[in-house]
């Protein structure tokens, strides 16, 4: 087994001879790549490896036959990561200022405050993770996927939580419960249909074979 250093200057590997062969043979790698040999600290020239020679003197690709693109959906899945991470990390800040105004105004119960002070931080939490997984999908990185996957399935159940607790414990003590009761149930349905619709299709679409191999293959291509 071995290790290479690719064109971008990261370390790819342990692989074996074969991925090697197959890696000369598309233009990927070639005599003067730097490759270390499992288990040592020195990085060779390819070329200099006697069991290798012949691979580096291997034809590579024939001009005009190029790698399989990515699939588009890594790139817009990204940037709408950025784009909403983004988002949540700049306005959930205000929403502290929002409920400290308000908290007097609209009478919210003890158990109600703590409850939406806890959501703006796990809001702010989950911002992060969207934006650093949507940096990492435009890297083409294996890791983000995971990352936003599981970001997804979580910001999935997350709003059904919050509904049933608008549903089954007092919003307020104010001067229109009634009316704040409605508002929160609206607001919470509305929720979880926006959480679900952009998740599940964050879901669905970064789960697919073409996108799981692009991202694997990318990891380890020189």
């Not at 090697?20 to 598309?26: D, N």
């Not at 070329?47 to 034809?59: G, M, N, V």
């Not at 990561?81 to 119960?109: D, R, T």
């Not at 890791?143 to 007092?170: D, E, G, N, Q």
Request: glycine share 8%; aromatic share 10%.
């Amino acid at each position: 087994m071995y290790k290479i250093i690719g064109a971008d200057q990261q370390e790819y590997g342990p692989i074996s001879a074969d991925q090697i062969r197959q890696w000369v043979a598309e233009g990927r790698a070639n005599g003067q790549t730097k490759v270390c040999a499992e288990g040592t600290q020195d990085w060779k020239p390819l070329s200099a490896f006697p069991e290798l020679a012949s691979i580096a003197s291997s034809p590579a690709i024939a001009p005009g036959v190029a790698p399989a693109k990515p699939p588009g959906t890594i790139k817009v899945f990204g940037i709408l990561n950025i784009v909403f991470g983004g988002l949540a990390l700049l306005c959930s800040p205000f929403s502290f200022a929002a409920i400290a105004m308000s908290s007097k105004q609209m009478g919210y119960s003890s158990f109600m405050m703590n409850w939406i002070i806890f959501s703006v931080i796990i809001t702010i939490i989950g911002g992060a993770i969207l934006l650093a997984s949507g940096v990492g999908l435009l890297k083409m990185k294996e890791w983000a996927r995971k990352l936003a996957v599981y970001y997804a399935v979580f910001a999935c159940i997350m709003p059904i939580i919050s509904a049933l607790v608008t549903f089954t414990h007092p919003v307020a003590a104010g001067p229109n419960p009634e009316f704040q009761k409605m508002a929160q149930s609206i607001g919470a349905v509305v929720g979880i249909v926006i959480a679900w619709t952009y998740n599940g299709l964050l879901i669905y679409f970064l789960t697919k074979p073409a996108v799981k191999e692009a991202l694997a293959e990318k990891t380890q291509r020189v």
